[in-house]
């Protein structure tokens, strides 16, 4: 290598000097004295909690903050040239051509009347010029390996046909068109399937290689650092409290936040309750769920075809196991969930529960046992009525207790706040008044209100902080514990099926593969699948120890 191109790759691309961010009625800065420096071939993972001041800092990067918030110091160069002073002219050229973001909530910002293989041929010639026919090309090879099956037909389609993934996939692929020098993904798969995930964040990683750009990942997912990223920049507060090489941050953080922050995100061994179908007593442990070639179908509207959401599924779960159903989106995993509480009415099959066929009884017989078969919900503020206080939804379900069962309903949900970790204060609050962790605990606590046997947890740990995170496995832990509590665990988070989860079951278009004991299952699958499923997780202590031995994460695996 040249001493000029070697210059050129250690000279910064993008320098943050002193930044500061402050929103009119706030009693804080969002940014704080923000520096940091960002050099070509470089990816730097920035990490925080919310409300750090993370998603601010992205868009402070490209002077597109919202009305209500200014810039009050400091300055943001691209090539040496201040985007701050850039005029109206300059900033439109510099976002999404040289300077690209990449967001969440993928249809909201896609424009619902045109097609997404549009959008991105219109951002393609808006920033390189060309005709159409090329864009289209263009734009629909980038759909493709950003892992869109049928690219060409996908094209053609409105945000509104897209499932949540796909849409986000297509809103990467717009950012990645125009090979910007400087690409900032603000927690850009969040809520994706692990392996999709791994795809895209190998593709932003391999363009930044072979093309010399620079990319900042913003996520609350340290394991994303530890495997992708170059540097790690810890956030708190609108501050960077620590930054440095992945590497050095993973050995020893400096800060006892930073290191608050890694202890929480490793893994959490599942205590052994039943390694076998025996309990440690020895003895057999009852068999209280147990689900035997349950299907469901769902129509297609307009033909005699139907989808076959879960076909022939056949598993059993003893009392204080929880089993994880772990598998990509659409596999069948949630639509399982739902049918075993009955919100949704089965095809065919059987669903035993404590000897008791739940699939023939009536609405009225079946609310004798509603009290003991509970769901939490993948989106708590969806699920919880914005009109009521904490108080009245975590007592509600003390409806389904008989006379003989009634408690002090007042005393009851006190119990219950303790039991999730929630303050006494939050009783009279409403939905939009708390955070997603304790949206997340509201809906555990009701669902733990009439103290049942068994519970569905869909994606409990789904877009949570770190710390919640942990806090979540922990909380589900104990009670599982203290209350013998049987559950079916909804996830494709696979670090946190190894922390909670006895047994795994793992899906794919509404079948399960391949089952077993966890360790078993990560240690050796059996299934392509599953192996290829487990190869995307991005546990910290492997990209540790990967590190340690001089490795490098082998991206492009996944594709």
């Not at 509104?160 to 798969?189: C, F, K, N, Y």
């Not at 893994?267 to 299907?295: C, F, H, M, Y």
């Not at 599982?480 to 006895?502: C, K, P, W, Y």
Request: charged share 25%.
């Amino acid at each position: 290598m040249s001493k000029t191109m070697s210059a050129n790759q250690e000279t910064p691309l993008l320098v943050v000097q002193n930044l500061s961010v402050q929103f009119d009625g706030a009693d804080r800065p969002a940014l704080d004295n923000v520096s940091f420096g960002l050099r070509r071939n470089e990816v730097l993972g920035i990490v925080g909690e919310t409300g750090s001041g993370k998603s601010v800092l992205a868009r402070a990067l490209m002077n597109l903050l919202s009305e209500n918030g200014r810039i009050t110091a400091g300055d943001v160069l691209l090539d040496n040239q201040s985007i701050l002073g850039m005029d109206d002219a300059e900033l439109r050229r510099l976002r999404g051509g040289r300077l690209a973001l990449i967001g969440t909530n993928a249809k909201a910002l896609l424009d619902p009347v045109e097609t997404v293989g549009s959008q991105i041929v219109r951002v393609l010639r808006a920033h390189r010029g060309g005709s159409k026919r090329t864009a289209w090309r263009e734009a629909v090879d980038m759909l493709g390996k950003v892992g869109i099956v049928n690219p060409e037909r996908r094209a053609r389609a409105y945000p509104h046909e897209l499932s949540g993934g796909m849409a986000q996939r297509v809103v990467i692929a717009m950012a990645m068109i125009t090979s910007p020098q400087v690409v900032l993904a603000d927690d850009a798969t969040l809520g994706l399937d692990a392996t999709i995930q791994v795809q895209v964040l190998d593709l932003l990683v391999n363009r930044c290689r072979e093309l010399g750009l620079g990319a900042i990942v913003i996520t609350h997912d340290l394991g994303i650092v530890a495997h992708f990223c170059d540097k790690v920049a810890i956030m708190r507060e609108g501050r960077i409290v620590e930054i440095g090489p992945v590497g050095k941050f993973l050995s020893g953080p400096t800060q006892v936040y930073s290191s608050e922050l890694l202890d929480a995100a490793k893994v959490r061994p599942t205590p052994i309750v039943s390694k076998t179908p025996e309990q440690t007593t020895g003895v057999k442990s009852a068999t209280l769920l147990d689900v035997a070639n349950l299907v469901k179908h769902f129509p297609i509207p307009g033909t005699n075809e139907v989808v076959r959401a879960v076909d022939d599924v056949s598993f059993s779960l003893a009392r204080g196991e929880t089993l994880a159903l772990v598998g990509e989106s659409g596999s069948g995993k949630t639509t399982i969930g739902q049918c075993l509480v009955r919100l949704l009415t089965t095809t065919s099959g059987r669903v035993t529960f404590d000897g008791d066929d739940l699939i023939g009884m009536s609405e009225r017989e079946f609310r004798q046992h509603r009290r003991r078969i509970q769901m939490v919900f993948q989106e708590p503020y969806v699920a919880l009525n914005p009109r009521w206080p904490v108080a009245s939804l975590i007592g509600e379900p003390l409806a389904l207790l008989s006379a003989t069962e009634s408690v002090d309903k007042a005393k009851r949900v006190r119990e219950l706040l303790d039991a999730v970790q929630l303050p006494a204060r939050l009783v009279d609050a409403y939905p939009h008044e708390l955070t997603a962790g304790e949206q997340k605990r509201v809906g555990i606590a009701r669902a733990l209100a009439t103290r049942p046997d068994f519970v569905v947890f869909d994606e409990p740990t789904t877009a949570l902080d770190i710390r919640v995170r942990a806090q979540i496995i922990d909380l589900v832990r104990e009670l599982q514990t203290e209350m013998g509590l049987s559950a079916l665990f909804i996830t494709h988070d696979l670090n946190s099926v190894r922390s909670l989860a006895h047994f795994v079951s793992v899906m794919r278009h509404g079948k399960i593969l391949e089952y077993g004991p966890t360790e078993t299952i990560f240690a050796s699958p059996q299934e392509e699948y599953t192996k290829t499923l487990l190869k995307a997780e991005l546990p910290i202590e492997q990209s540790q120890a990967q590190r340690e031995r001089g490795e490098k994460r082998l991206t492009g695996a996944m594709r």
